[in-house]
Structures are given as structure tokens and as C-alpha cells.
């Protein structure tokens, strides 16, 4: 399966059923190791073991990989899905994900040419990380 925008081999992977409601009900989407576009995907084609190291070296494995996949799903729109964002953080780092560290190491990927985001990354993070922020 490859990506609607760059035609990039996508990553597909199955979306664990707490994690649905933010992925409009799909229980697959899909991945671009090149512009990050997440999308839903037909549950049959969702790897069984999906490569998220397609990705990059460092995104994370399994579930708290799905649910990293749709955190950076919710970056383009960041601002009108703070919700869904800060509950799909939280199921990430219940699944021992440390996502400061992987966008961290995502953005050093989009500055090393490795990854080419259909977005700005480094802004979107930043946003994130505002619009997150613990003293809220």
C-alpha cells in the first residue's frame, strides 16, 4: 500500500480499541516513513507486526507505536484536537513511549533529510507541547 501524497510503502498497523474513538471508529490506519501522513487503512492490511522502524530507527514498537502514530496524526490540526491529543499522549506513555524523546529524535530525522513531514514538525511539536503543557 503506498501514501496518496508521496507514494511512499506505507506502515499499516491495527489501532487498539481504546484508541478508535480518535481515529474516527478505523481499526487500521497507515503511516508515510516520508511525510508522516497518517491514514485510515483496511483492517486486512494492517501488519501483523507492523515496521514502525520504517519510520525512523527510534518510533516506537507496538501498541504505544500505534498510539504515537495517531499523536503525530493529530499534529496538522493540532489546535482543534488538543483533547484527543493529550488522551492519546497518555496512552503512549502508559505504553512506556517517552514521546518528548521521539519527536525529539523525529525532528532531528526531518533536519537530517530523512523524513520530509507533509507538515512542519518542529512547529507542530512546539504547539503540542504548549497547548499541552502541565500547568494547565
Do not use: W
Amino acid at each position: 500500500m503506498n501514501c496518496p501524497h508521496c507514494d511512499s510503502a506505507v506502515v499499516a498497523f491495527a489501532i487498539p480499541a481504546d484508541l478508535r474513538e480518535y481515529a474516527a471508529g478505523d481499526a487500521a490506519a497507515s503511516i508515510c516513513p516520508n511525510c508522516l501522513t497518517v491514514e485510515s487503512a483496511a483492517a486486512a492490511a494492517a501488519e501483523d507486526d507492523p515496521a514502525f522502524s520504517r519510520v525512523h530507527e527510534s518510533f516506537p514498537s507496538g501498541d504505544g507505536g500505534a498510539a504515537f502514530a495517531l499523536l503525530v496524526a493529530t499534529l496538522p490540526s493540532i489546535a482543534l484536537r488538543k483533547a484527543d491529543a493529550r488522551a492519546i499522549r497518555e496512552r503512549a506513555e502508559r505504553e512506556g513511549v517517552d514521546t518528548a524523546l521521539a519527536f525529539d529524535r523525529l525532528v532531528d530525522a526531518v533536519h537530517d533529510a530523512e523524513v520530509a513531514p507533509a507538515f512542519d514538525l518542529e512547529r507542530r511539536v512546539r504547539q503540542l507541547d504548549s497547548l499541552l503543557d502541565p500547568s494547565e
